[in-house]
């Protein structure tokens, strides 16, 4: 656990945008009037910018989340909310504007999540933390599991789904991220031919596109956020839902245990032992599954993170894909 892990010393995908009291006044005026007492830039996160905002009252504080990615994952991530919420702990959208007439940016005015993110808990190495966490981890992917869709696809405007293109399924997108020669050119020859040689060897195990449930797609340590009641650590927030997409839950859980063989054992034993305790049995190759799913997302990360833009990015994700290629046999 003495590497670099779970994303924590990777560039963002895009600078912070610099907001000031007035601006953040401004964006929450539709939502309060009440004076800012301070304003503070959330570090975490690979795109978006999030700022904590506090007031001089007593009222509680909220995040004002601006979304500079893509200007339909707002709408898409209170969709979501409003499907979730009853269902596993999440952020509650209290206000938000996406016409970016206010502001170059759709933005939300977020719930205020008090806790940890589990990364910093995984890095901290507190075993009894990590147990739980990642046990309730599993609780909530099996919830997400048994929200079902007629077939799969990107969401659009109120989650209507957009069936996935004939370049959109699984295998042929891995095998045309595989063509392209920023890929090439990232990864060495024989680390590319190996996957080239697995994806094809393998690639009836990938999952039925149409066999579809809500994923996340983010599924990892650093968008869960997890606090410690009555001395039991429990996730507070499942956090960033805008890649969610109606796809497969072992997409989701290739996501989680992308570093699982960095860490101990029982990380991704409670975190399985979470999705299986309510009497799911997952398939008798699940790993393999999940862990092509990864591969699948681990190559699309290289596409969008070439050495020459994001250098500790770049070589982390490559590591992880040599990763799975040299402990495939033990899957």
């Not at 898409?76 to 702990?89: F, G, Q, S, T």
């Not at 806790?115 to 909530?140: C, D, H, P």
Request: hydrophobic share 40%; net charge negative.
């Amino acid at each position: 656990m003495d590497s670099p892990i779970l994303k924590s010393h990777c560039e963002r995908f895009k600078a912070h945008v610099d907001l000031d009291i007035d601006t953040a006044t401004q964006l929450l005026a539709p939502y309060t009037k009440d004076t800012i007492d301070e304003l503070f830039l959330l570090s975490e996160g690979c795109a978006n910018t999030n700022y904590k905002v506090t007031f001089k009252n007593s009222r509680l504080p909220v995040v004002i989340r601006i979304y500079l990615r893509e200007k339909t994952a707002l709408a898409r991530e209170v969709a979501i909310y409003k499907l979730v919420a009853d269902k596993m702990p999440v952020a509650a959208h209290l206000y938000f504007d996406e016409s970016c007439t206010l502001y170059p940016h759709p933005y939300s005015i977020m719930e205020w999540i008090k806790g940890k993110l589990l990364r910093e808990v995984i890095l901290s190495k507190n075993e009894n933390a990590i147990r739980q966490s990642t046990f309730e981890a599993g609780l909530y992917l099996n919830e997400l599991r048994q929200i079902k869709f007629t077939h799969g696809g990107f969401f659009q405007e109120n989650l209507q789904i957009r069936p996935f293109t004939k370049e959109e399924e699984y295998l042929p997108y891995v095998l045309s991220l595989l063509d392209e020669e920023s890929i090439k050119n990232d990864l060495d020859p024989g680390l590319h031919g190996a996957v080239i040689k697995l994806v094809n060897t393998y690639s009836k195990l990938l999952p039925d596109e149409n066999e579809a449930n809500l994923t996340h797609a983010d599924y990892d340590p650093a968008n869960m956020m997890v606090t410690e009641v009555n001395g039991k650590w429990k996730i507070a927030a499942i956090l960033d839902w805008e890649f969610a997409f109606a796809g497969t839950y072992l997409l989701d859980i290739g996501m989680m245990l992308r570093y699982s063989h960095r860490l101990p054992s029982y990380y991704e034993n409670n975190f399985i032992t979470g999705i299986t305790s309510n009497g799911f049995y997952l398939p008798e190759e699940w790993k393999k599954q999940a862990k092509l799913m990864d591969l699948l997302c681990l190559l699309q990360l290289v596409h969008y993170s070439p050495f020459a833009e994001r250098p500790k990015m770049n070589r982390d994700v490559v590591s992880l894909i040599a990763d799975t290629i040299r402990n495939w046999e033990t899957y």
